[in-house]
Each structure stands twice: as C-alpha cells, then as structure tokens.
C-alpha cells in the first residue's frame, strides 16, 4: 500500500479539495486543533420546529415486531429486528422491508413472516400481495440488499440466528428462496450483511458478520446491578464468532471462501458492517464494529487475502486503547477532505467512537466533533449520517434502546429510550436538536435497525425506524427550508442495477465532495443507494464524475436541480 501523503495526493489529482486539516498529515496545519466549543449557533429550543413526522400508521405501515420473549432471557431476544428501503418492484420508488422474529425455540413453521410493503409512489404502503415468496420464518436480525446475479433488479439477505436466506427476486417484487441452491447458508447467528465486489471481478459478493456462538442449551443467568434477572453481555459467553465471506462464482451460487481468505485470524461479537474504499485505492475494505472486542478492518493484499489492519490503521479501539460495544456503524466524508470517516455507536456509559480518515490512516477525533458527552446517555444501534435539512453538512441520528434493564422501575418498555438527532455544523462539530429526535411528541421505543431513504420523492431523507416488540416507525422529513435546492443521483449499473462500491465525485460551485454507492451501513439494515445532494444558496451542481473499477469512469455535466438523475455506468 502506498503512504497516506501519497494517497492524498491522489484525491488532489481527482480535484477532490482537501482542506488543512487532511494535509496535516503531510507536515502542513496543526492536526490536532479541534473547533473551538460554542463556535457554533445553538440549534434551537423545545420550541423549534420538528425535523421529522411519525407516518408509519397514516403511510400503510401497519407492522408490530415480536421478539418472542417469554421471561427466560434468551439473549437473541434483546437483540433482534431488520429493516430495507429498496426497489423491490422496479418501479423507481422505495419499498419497506420489515424483518419478524416470533420465539427464539419456536417451530420455523410457526413463526410470523417478514413482511413486504409496496410503495404506491407517493410514500404511502401497502401490503405485497399474498405470496410474493419474501415471508422468511427466521429468527430475523438483518437483512442486505443487492443484484447478486446481475439481472438488473435488486434481491435480499436476511440474516437469522440460523439459516439465513438469499431471496431472488424476479423483478417484478416477487421473491424466491434459493439459499440452498445458491450454496448461501451460513449457520451462524448473523447480524449485519453487505453486498460488495471484494475481488473485483464485477459480481456481487456476500460479507456476513456473525455475533456469538450461542444456543439456548448454553444460555447463562446474568444480573443486573440491582439483582434482577437481565440479558447477558457477549462478555457472558466469551464465544466470539468467525465472520464469513461468500465469493460470488458468476453463476448465481457462491464459494465460502472465509477460511481460504483469512478471516481466522481475527474472530470478534460482529454487529454492524460498511464497505468503502477508505484508503483509496480503488478497491473497497470492509470495517466490522465488535461489541467488546477490537472492531476489524479487512483489506485485500497483493495476495488477494484480507488483512485485518484495524489496529495499525487506529480503528480497532477506542483513544484510550478500550474495546466498546460496537453496534451500529457509518461512513461519510464528514469533513470533506475526500475519503470516507468512520462513525461506530456503542453502550450506554461508552461514547461514540469517530475516526476521522486521512487516507486510510484514523484518528479518534470523538470530543472534536461534539460526541465525547451527549452520545454517552442511550445504547445506539440505527445510526446514519445524511444532510436530513439540505443546507450541505451532514447530520446524525441515533436510533436507540437498552439491552438491560433501567436502573429504576418504569412503566411500559424497560428497554424503550428516545432517539437523538443531532445537527452537523460548519465547524464540523454535531450538536443535538430540540425537541428531542427531531419529532413534536416524544417516541420512546427500543429501536434497533434504521433504514434511510426519500419514500416520498421530494428529495430529502426519510427513515424507517424497527423497534423491538414494538410498531415500527416511519420519519417523514420535513426538515429543509421551502427554498432548500437539491439533486439526487441515481447511480446503476449497465442491467440497471444500484452500482455498489461506485465513488462519485460532485463538484459544486469548483469545491468537488467525494460519495460512494452503498445500502450496508447502519445495524442490520439496508438503505437506499441514491446520493442526495445538497445545493444551499442557489449552489450549482457543475459535475459528476463516477468511478467503479469495473467499469470506465463516467462524467456528467449540466444537472438541474430538483431532479432525480440517473447516471449509467457501463463494463
């Protein structure tokens, strides 16, 4: 690999602006002076007004999880639910997918099904029709989305405590299950899944992080500080699992090659998982978030095997050298020196942990950014970085919920805790918006997967929010100003197919943002691939420019505002 100077210098040629902060590395500016606190004006008051409407029931989400607790605390129970906004029906709108669980030891036969919300085109659901074949009956954690056989539409990963299941879909939103024929099992208790070309022969291949090895045999009684009966920690089991990569053959089945590529050298409680080219190189790496133990970071070699570098990079642990409880994760050009910045949500009493990214290299920059406090008060799952009020920073949600009891008794859900949005500032730093959520009424839930999208096609991000035992949620974004301008791109491949893995650099007013194609990031969730782009203060989208390496790079001019635009890449 080549050095981080070296790799900056490569963003330099692509056009990318990299400010003083990204060349500190290379001896120029002072790389550890963070923003200077109260720089920044204070983002209103209980009074202000919401970011986000509460829609599920109005919008046709009638769904309610079940997890299927019964007072053994299976430590499953505590930690399931997934969520997708996809196309499934090719009819360029998003889609709800919404994972079930029903009992831990319950016949799969009894089991409630997934269920599949078809988007009407104006944000509003309805039901799939009865036997559009994607009613997994796992015990559900997760779900993944992408064209793994390359016929232009988009298929799913759901990912259980057992049998996982590849469901194709036939383009017209009705699934198959082919798990088996696919060779696409993986008996494992799954969390997060990605889809990504990791050997760069232009197909899908499959990453799956794994949790624990657990049975209901071997489950332990743990306490709470106040000698109640709780769900263990993974620390409890001491059984961390061996993530598994499946290579795609190019003929609609996949290799294990988990073993063969050196995913035994490091094992770790796998939760949330991101793809990005992070050291730009034109290949993408694939970072883990562990939940008490080091997060890991697989890169391929000259080799073609994947090294774990997350320790000699400096995103494995914590400033302090700690393991967290890493749940969910993100990935975002936070401070727009052209590479992706990595952003992991853990336990309630643990920080955030954000590693801002000089070209491969992290640093935990977590107080500079704002995080050190106000992340420590919730357990964070759903996470997400978008600019939700278009005004050209990045913004950032947590979706959250206990996995122990409260310390006092309270009513209704122990587990349920209210989410936080928190405003991103000029100055790079985030500060959490009032009233609480970003949401008029106050919405305590114990949310685990977050899904992010426009399902109303007016050119903001919504969210679709899963809550354990509860209904789920959809945030309807009302956040930007009536004159707030935007552009949304639409990225495919040749068959027409979200191109995953694609860097597309937008270049707006001379100043270029570099973005990548992706739906994995969150925690065991999916979300749209579509790049929202924002243009305050009359900005002018100028170009875009699109590179997979897979395919020639592409260039587009003279993009209108308020318009979806689809952008072709072809091999």
């Not at 690999?1 to 056009?15: D, K, P, Y």
């Not at 996470?383 to 979706?399: C, I, K, N, P, S």
């Not at 243009?535 to 390496?549: I, N």
């Amino acid at each position: 690999m080549s050095s981080t100077c070296a790799r900056l210098q490569r963003i330099l040629a692509l056009g990318v602006a990299a400010p003083a902060l990204a060349l500190s590395a290379c001896g120029g500016g002072d790389e550890a002076r963070a923003p200077e606190a109260g720089a920044d004006p204070p983002v209103g008051g209980e009074t202000a007004a919401p970011w986000f409407e509460e829609l599920a029931a109005e919008r046709g989400l009638d769904f309610e999880h079940a997890s299927g607790a019964d007072g053994r605390f299976l430590m499953p129970e505590i930690m399931t639910t997934g969520a997708a906004l996809f196309d499934a029906d090719g009819d360029g709108d998003l889609d709800a997918y919404l994972v079930q669980a029903g009992g831990v030891d319950t016949p799969r036969e009894d089991r409630p099904g997934n269920e599949l919300f078809l988007n009407r085109g104006d944000g509003h659901f309805e039901p799939a029709p009865a036997g559009h074949g994607a009613d997994d009956r796992g015990y559900g954690m997760g779900v993944a989305t992408g064209d793994y056989d390359g016929d232009g539409d988009v298929d799913l990963y759901v990912s259980n405590l057992t049998r996982n299941a590849l469901l194709r879909n036939d383009g017209t939103g009705r699934f198959e299950d082919v798990t088996e024929a696919a060779n696409a099992n993986v008996p494992a208790w799954s969390a997060s899944a990605a889809f990504l070309d990791v050997d760069g022969d232009g197909d899908l291949d499959l990453f799956v992080s794994n949790y624990i090895e657990w049975s209901t045999d071997g489950e332990k009684v743990c306490l709470s500080p106040q000698k109640a009966r709780t769900y263990c920690s993974p620390k409890s089991y001491d059984r961390p699992a061996r993530d598994t990569l499946l290579l795609n053959r190019g003929d609609g089945t996949f290799e294990d090659a988990s073993e063969a590529l050196g995913l035994d050298a490091a094992f770790g409680n796998g939760l949330g998982v991101v793809c990005a080219d992070f050291d730009l190189d034109g290949e993408p790496e694939i970072f883990v978030a562990n939940d008490g133990n080091p997060n890991q970071y697989w890169d391929r070699a000259e080799d073609g095997q994947l090294v774990d570098g997350a320790l000699r990079l400096g995103c494995a642990v914590d400033t302090q050298g700690r393991s967290k409880a890493g749940m969910g994760v993100a990935a975002a050009d936070v401070d727009g020196d052209g590479d992706e910045d990595l952003l992991v949500v853990n336990l309630t009493g643990e920080s955030d942990s954000f590693y801002r990214n000089d070209a491969g290299q992290f640093v935990d920059r977590t107080p500079a950014v704002g995080l050190a406090v106000v992340s420590r008060r919730r357990t964070r799952f759903g996470v997400a970085l978008r600019d939700f009020d278009l005004d050209g920073t990045l913004d950032l949600y947590h979706a959250n919920g206990r996995v122990t009891g409260p310390p006092r008794a309270k009513e209704g859900d122990p587990f349920a805790e209210e989410n936080v949005l928190l405003r991103g500032l000029e100055s790079g730093r985030f500060e959490e918006v009032q009233p609480r959520g970003g949401v008029k009424s106050p919405l305590e839930a114990t949310s685990r997967a977050a899904a992010f999208g426009d399902v109303d096609g007016d050119g903001d991000v919504d969210a679709l929010i899963h809550n354990r035992d509860g209904r789920a949620h959809l945030l309807v974004n009302r956040a930007p100003a009536a004159d707030a301008r935007w552009a949304v791109l639409d990225v495919v491949d040749g068959n027409g197919a979200p191109a995953l893995g694609a860097a597309v650099l937008v270049t707006i007013d001379g100043a270029t943002r570099r973005f990548e194609v992706r739906t994995a990031d969150s925690y065991c969730a999916a979300s749209s691939p579509r790049i929202h782009v924002a243009l305050p203060g009359g900005a002018k989208l100028d170009e875009v420019e699109v590179h997979r390496a897979d395919a020639a790079s592409t260039v587009v001019r003279d993009l209108a505002a308020g318009e979806v635009h689809r952008i072709v890449i072809e091999r």
